[in-house]
C-alpha cells in the first residue's frame, strides 16, 4: 500500500498580509493593531507562513524580530501578490472612476488643482482621493499600495525602484527670496532693477538666516544637495513642514527662504516678496511621477496619465 504525502496548507492571502505587516512595523503588537488581529493569531499566522515556505523570516531575539535575510526577497513577493488582489477587489470601483492621487506638498497645493480640474472636465462622477504630504512620506504610501498615481518633487530612494516606476514629469526651479525691503539685503545685496531681483555671492548667503522646508521633502533634497553643501557653515535658523508658514515667516523678515517658483508666484507678482538670485547657483529640479508596478491601471488612472503629460 502506498504511503500517503502529508501536505503543507496553502499560502494564504492573510498570512501574506500578516507577514508584511510585521516587516513594516517590526513587531507582532503593531501588526496586530494594524491589522486588527489578536497578538496569537497574528503569531501563528506568522508560523505557518515561515513552515509553508520551509524557511524562516524573522530570526526571535527575546521579544524582539529580526529580519532573516530570507524576508527581504519574500517581501518583494507578497507585496506584488497583495497588490494584485487589493486590484482585483477594488477592479469595478476603478472602472466606476476611483482613484488614488498622491502629490509631494508644492505640487498638491500649486500645481494638481488645475489638473484635477481637467480630469472632472473629463469625467464629471471621478472619485478622487487626494493624499498631500511630503516626499518621502507619499513614496511609503506608494509603497505600500495606498496610493495609485503619485507626483512628487524629490527621486525617490535607489531601494524604492525594486517596487517603484517612476517617470519625469516636469522640470522645476527653486528661488531663494526675501521680504521686499528686508533689513538682511540692506547694505549687503546688490540690486538689479532689470530682472527686479538680488544678487548675493555663496559666501553673503550663508551669512543670513534661512528658513527651509523639513528634511524628507522633495524641496529639501535639493535645497541639500545643490545649495546647502556649498554654505557648511550657513545659518539654517528652521525646518518647517508647510510653505506656507516659509512665505509668512519671510514677510516677517525672520530670514529669507527658499522654495519652488511655484509657491511664491503670487506674492513675487504683487511686490510683497522678492527674488534673490546666488551667483553660481542652479536650483533647477526635476519632479516625478511615481506609481507601484503591481498597481491596476484602471481606465481613470490612464485618463489621468494624458492629462498630466499633455504637452
Known amino acids: 500500500m502506498r504511503k500517503a504525502v502529508q501536505t503543507l496548507p496553502r499560502i494564504t492571502l492573510r498570512q501574506l498580509a500578516v507577514f508584511v505587516s510585521i516587516y513594516q512595523t517590526g513587531s507582532t503588537s503593531r501588526a496586530s493593531e494594524e491589522l486588527h488581529l489578536s497578538q496569537s493569531a497574528v503569531s ?4 505557518e507562513l515561515e513552515a509553508r515556505l520551509q524557511m524562516p523570516l524573522f530570526e526571535r531575539v ?6 532573516h535575510p530570507n524576508a527581504y526577497p519574500i517581501y518583494i513577493q ?17 472602472q466606476a472612476g476611483q482613484i488614488h492621487i498622491g502629490a509631494s506638498t508644492t505640487i ?6 488645475p489638473l484635477l480640474a481637467k480630469l472632472y472636465d473629463i469625467q464629471p462622477k471621478a472619485n478622487v482621493d487626494l493624499y498631500i504630504a511630503n516626499t518621502q512620506e507619499v513614496v511609503t504610501e506608494v509603497e505600500q499600495l ?18 517603484i516606476e ?3 514629469w516636469r522640470t522645476d526651479t527653486l528661488m531663494v527670496f526675501a521680504k521686499r525691503d528686508s533689513r538682511w539685503l540692506n547694505g549687503l545685496a546688490e540690486y538689479d532693477a532689470i530682472d527686479d531681483c538680488y544678487r548675493l555671492s555663496i559666501t553673503q548667503l550663508a551669512k543670513l538666516p534661512l528658513l527651509v522646508r ?3 521633502s522633495g524641496t529639501r533634497q535639493i535645497i541639500d544637495e545643490q545649495l546647502l553643501q556649498y554654505m557648511p557653515d550657513a545659518d539654517v535658523v528652521m525646518a518647517i513642514q508647510q510653505s506656507e508658514a516659509i512665505k509668512h515667516m519671510v514677510s516677517a523678515d525672520i530670514g529669507l527662504g527658499c522654495l519652488s517658483q511655484h509657491a511664491i508666484h503670487a506674492e513675487l507678482a504683487n511686490g510683497n516678496l522678492v527674488q534673490v538670485k546666488v551667483a553660481g547657483i542652479d536650483l533647477a529640479r526635476t519632479w516625478w511621477l511615481i506609481w507601484h508596478k503591481s498597481r491596476h491601471q484602471s481606465p481613470i488612472w490612464q485618463t489621468f496619465i494624458d492629462i498630466i503629460t499633455e504637452v
Open 78 to 94: 507578497a507585496q506584488a501578490i497583495l497588490g494584485q488582489a487589493l486590484s482585483l477587489e477594488y477592479y469595478h470601483k476603478h
Open 62 to 67: 527575546g521579544r524582539r524580530l529580526n529580519q
Open 166 to 168: 517612476q517617470r519625469a
Open 146 to 163: 495606498n496610493i495609485d498615481i503619485a507626483l512628487v518633487e524629490g527621486m525617490p530612494r535607489p531601494a524604492d525602484s525594486k517596487v
Open 44 to 47: 501563528s499566522a506568522l508560523t
Open 214 to 216: 523639513e528634511t524628507g
Open 108 to 113: 498638491g497645493n500649486y500645481v494638481l488643482p
